[in-house]
């Protein structure tokens, strides 16, 4: 995630102790941290959005952990101390257990988010995970009104998700915006921005399109459009920061946003600069996300490196605890792990040897880490190539033209 409240602003922000390594409880390094664990708890959903990773549908699907198991994974996963663990589906609240595991898993002392597209949040379910003490709750967006339903393939779900924000925020529950950003919604984002201070929604999260479930029959976006998305964004965390609006807005799967944001810096001389770069290169981009930053366990148990990349499979929660599969020493049986984590592990040289393309000669390798894996992945077949998602002009990338 690119914090851009934090970097642009300068404004301290409440993972920065994650993000960034500054605050209390902050690891000695990026590559230390403990796992984001991401728990796809069913794959069962409400809604067809035409995006969704894991090409979910309102039905069964045979396999998916019992109440005994589901326990069994807080109890662990609360031992192992993770920083933080998100509910995810298919819908989450579809699950007939939802809010027994939402109990269980903060009476174990976990913080807990939950990422749900709200068309199912009531007033009672919201007081129930305001009583919870649920961190936040991420509700998905992906436009205004019918761009929105188009999105979630069903009528009437921009304005179901748009109560669910308001049953929160009538208890004072803290609720987040997820947008997947994509050619269909780019060019609305300042209306999407808009309603979010219309809304008064406080944490707001941009995620590139990562193509993978039904997204893959999607597109990245351009350049053009995205470098436009994010001088959109940054002006509008400029406006709030003047106007005294705590907001926070982040990005996510795409780390050159943190190149992109320090080129910006650099042309405008900004006074935050030497800071940014500092706190970008302690977090070190993609080489320090899949596989060690943030982690998956799907709806069968199977453990990722993200929720993205469901065709790694490093361990089973149903045989094997999380934190056996998660441990390096436990990397000879996971080999793919292993290898991922050398992306983080190697000397600068050492990666660009092994990086093919744009990443292997880019002057911000080690505040990007060489993009978002999964995606370069996935339209490489190969761990090592470059991202297709990064935006960065050729002359923005050069070695020779470094100034920092």
């Known amino acids: ?9 300068g404004h301290e922000q409440p993972a920065d102790h994650l993000r960034y390594g500054h605050g209390h409880g902050a690891p000695g390094s990026a590559r230390k941290r403990r796992p984001i664990v991401v728990w796809n708890i069913t794959r069962t959903c409400n809604l067809r959005c035409i995006h969704c990773y894991s090409d979910s549908m309102a039905r069964q699907y045979p396999g998916e952990l019992d109440w005994d198991q589901m326990k069994a994974v807080v109890d662990d996963l609360a031992a ?4 933080s663990l ?3 589906g298919g819908e989450p609240m579809i699950h007939p257990h939802f809010f027994d595991l939402v109990d269980y898993a903060t009476e174990k002392g976990l913080k807990l988010t939950i990422s749900t597209n709200g068309t199912l949040i009531t007033p009672e379910k919201a007081a129930k995970l305001k009583q919870a003490e649920v961190a936040y709750v991420g509700i998905s967006l992906d436009g205004i009104g019918e761009i929105h339903d188009h999105f979630r393939g069903k009528e009437g779900a921009f304005k179901a998700a748009v109560r669910g924000f308001r049953h929160c925020h009538d208890v004072d529950q803290k609720t987040g915006l997820r947008l ?16 979010i201070e219309e809304e008064e929604i406080k944490r707001v999260c941009f995620y590139h399109l990562v193509p993978a479930g039904r997204g893959s029959e999607l597109q990245v976006l351009d ?19 003047a106007r005294g609006v705590h907001r926070e807005l982040l990005t996510v799967t795409q780390p050159a946003d943190g190149a992109y944001l ?7 001389n900004h006074p935050n600069l030497d800071q940014a770069r500092q706190l970008l290169g302690w977090n070190g981009g993609g080489a320090n996300s899949s596989g060690r930053g943030i982690a998956n366990i799907d709806t069968q148990g199977n453990v990722h490196p993200d929720q993205f990349w469901q065709d790694v499979l490093l361990g089973n929660v149903k045989r094997t605890p999380f934190s056996t599969i998660w441990e390096e020493k436990y990397a000879p049986t996971a080999p793919m792990l292993e290898e991922i984590r050398k992306i983080g592990l190697l000397s600068q040289d050492e990666r660009r040897e092994r990086m093919h ?27 090592w190539g470059s991202d297709p998602g990064c935006y960065l002009a050729e002359s923005e990338i050069l070695e020779e033209t470094l100034t920092a």
Do not use: K
């Open 1 to 9: 995630m690119i914090n851009l409240t934090r970097l642009w602003t």
């Open 80 to 83: 192992y101390e993770v920083p």
């Open 86 to 88: 998100l509910f995810s």
């Open 180 to 195: 997947t950003l994509t050619r269909h919604n780019v060019e609305n984002i300042e209306r999407i921005l808009d309603f």
């Open 223 to 241: 350049p053009n459009a995205a470098r436009h998305a994010i001088d959109t964004l940054i002006s509008r965390v400029e406006d709030w920061h």
């Open 262 to 268: 320090l080129l910006r810096m650099e042309q405008e």
């Open 357 to 383: 393309g744009r990443c292997r000669s880019c002057r911000w390798f080690n505040v990007c880490g060489g993009g978002f894996r999964t995606r370069a992945a996935f339209c490489n077949d190969d761990l």
